[in-house]
């Protein structure tokens, strides 16, 4: 956000000069190259106490690793603060243009209408679960107009955003878009699975039941992690919360603790779904489960329900 305000801001200071804008495309596309080799690559700091390990979940074996985080947030910055100085370059000459023609309150709402009108589609566009690829289109398409002046221009805008959407296509690891997260999927055999969001391990969905088998000593602990509360409480609970629910774990195992009722809140539609269909325990298909899509400090704030855990 920062590098995006230098960008414009700096664009705007250059809005008496010439223009910038066929530089756009070619800066995008720069950028994305950049981001592409970067993410080859894993940044960490040598430290014990860092757990940066966990982003790199999704880096292929053998990658080069390199000490220092301050590289790729450089360069990514600075990168990025280039594509935004042709487009406040752009904003600030019709601004200008708007002024001299005594109505720069009607360019300034006209400004805020396009930055509002660009909120709504790519949030249409996230909680459709659209991917990347189509995201690019969307942008290159509303900027065609400023690029069909004349044959050549267009030819290189044409081929310029053909590749970046080429790039973006193949370049990505996740296998799904939800609202919130790049999400991944790796199966671990027929107990379970993993989620990765963003390229990060970020939840793994598993049998963790009284009657489920036991893989290994790490697994054990785990388990015996999740009944703790129950064993603490000392009888079957009646009601139960879980606040992010995720793929299930902590609906699976109240359920196996006899629970009478359990609310499950998640934020994410995506990894619910997961949940629903990929759980060994398959809760959310519990009559006793009743499912929550949304905001945990929401539902706290809105619900008069009283629970035993």
């Not at 609906?251 to 060994?280: M, N, Q, S, T, W």
Request: net charge neutral.
């Amino acid at each position: 956000l920062l590098s995006a305000f230098l960008g414009l801001g700096i664009g705007c200071l250059r809005a008496d000069r010439r223009s910038l804008l066929g530089l756009w495309p070619a800066s995008l596309l720069l950028l994305a190259l950049a981001a592409l080799g970067l993410g080859q690559v894993v940044f960490t700091q040598n430290s014990a106490s860092e757990h940066l390990w966990l982003l790199y979940y999704d880096q292929r074996p053998g990658a080069p690793v390199v000490g220092d985080v301050r590289a790729p947030i450089v360069v990514a910055f600075v990168l990025s603060a280039l594509t935004f100085i042709p487009l406040g370059q752009m904003v600030a000459q019709r601004l200008d243009l708007f002024r001299k023609r005594s109505s720069p309150l009607w360019g300034y709402s006209a400004d805020l209408l396009g930055s509002l009108l660009g909120v709504v589609v790519f949030s249409l566009a996230s909680f459709a679960g659209t991917s990347p690829p189509l995201w690019f289109i969307l942008v290159f398409g509303a900027a065609l107009p400023f690029y069909v002046f004349g044959l050549r221009p267009g030819l290189a805008y044409a081929a310029t955003a053909a590749a970046m959407v080429a790039l973006v296509a193949n370049g990505g690891r996740a296998d799904f878009y939800s609202p919130y997260y790049a999400l991944a999927i790796r199966d671990t055999g027929p107990t379970g699975f993993s989620v990765l969001a963003n390229g990060s391990l970020h939840q793994v969905a598993v049998r963790l039941d009284r009657e489920a088998p036991v893989l290994s000593s790490f697994q054990e602990r785990v388990r015996i992690g999740y009944h703790l509360p129950y064993d603490m409480l000392g009888r079957a609970p009646g009601r139960v919360l879980v606040l992010g629910a995720g793929t299930g774990n902590d609906v699976a195992v109240a359920l196996d603790r006899g629970a009478e009722h359990v609310d499950a809140v998640e934020i994410d539609p995506l990894i619910l779904k997961l949940g629903r269909d990929r759980h060994p325990n398959h809760p959310y298909a519990s009559p006793r489960v009743t499912v929550v899509n949304g905001d945990a400090r929401s539902f706290l704030n809105a619900t008069h329900e009283k629970y035993d855990l």
